[in-house]
């Protein structure tokens, strides 16, 4: 049952062209910068999410490694029980370090961010995102 899990969040994370926290990481900082007026909070905030950016990243990097592990399984006859159950139990206990990782860079960062620019933040992302995509 996890090994059925942790093969779907593999896969989900991993498919198509959009990869996990595209928002956070390729939309957030300009609206970050034009929200938060004050000087050393917005710097603190942008470093912050700096941080989760390049945690995303990693997470995104090291999930399309497994799936790519995971692939050549599947087309190798050889491939044994085990072989799949150790990147399975790998893939978990790195899924569960990185996201540890996310959210905690994640907190850091709403640390400088009040919840009212956070919405704003959030709804200017989203925007730039969808005309992105158009």
Avoid: C
């Avoid at 996310?102 to 995102?129: F, G, P, T, Y």
Wanted: net charge negative; glycine share 2%; aromatic share 8%.
């Amino acid at each position: 049952m996890i090994a059925a899990t942790v093969l779907a969040i593999l896969i989900l994370m991993g498919s198509g062209s959009s990869m996990f926290g595209d928002l956070m990481s390729n939309y957030i900082e300009d609206p970050i910068k034009t929200t938060i007026v004050e000087n050393d909070r917005r710097e603190m905030a942008l470093d912050a999410q700096s941080d989760l950016a390049k945690a995303i990243k990693n997470f995104n990097k090291q999930t399309s490694k497994d799936i790519e592990q995971l692939n050549e399984f599947v087309e190798s006859y050889e491939s044994t029980p085990a072989e799949f159950d150790r990147l399975f139990s790998d893939a978990y206990a790195r899924r569960s370090q990185e996201v540890e990782t996310i959210w905690q860079r994640r907190s850091a960062m709403l640390a400088h961010v009040k919840a009212d620019e956070w919405q704003i933040i959030i709804n200017s992302a989203k925007a730039e995102s969808a005309e992105d995509k158009k």
